[in-house]
């Protein structure tokens, strides 16, 4: 199995993902929002994965 750079990449997003994830969790869920900012990032991810 070869590595490429866009395993590498989906990696590092799924990573930053999380963390970016647990920091605006707090902030959004304050707001009702948890839901579409995860629907979103989710959402660009899954583009970026197929790319």
């Not at 590498?8 to 869920?29: D, H, K, P, T």
């Not at 839901?35 to 970026?48: E, N």
Request: proline content about 0%; charged content about 25%.
């Amino acid at each position: 199995m070869d590595i490429t750079s866009s395993d590498l990449e989906l990696a590092f997003l799924s990573a930053s993902y999380s963390r970016v994830r647990e920091q605006f969790g707090l902030i959004v869920s304050e707001h009702g929002l948890q839901v579409a900012v995860d629907s979103f990032l989710v959402d660009a991810l899954d583009r970026i994965g197929r790319s």
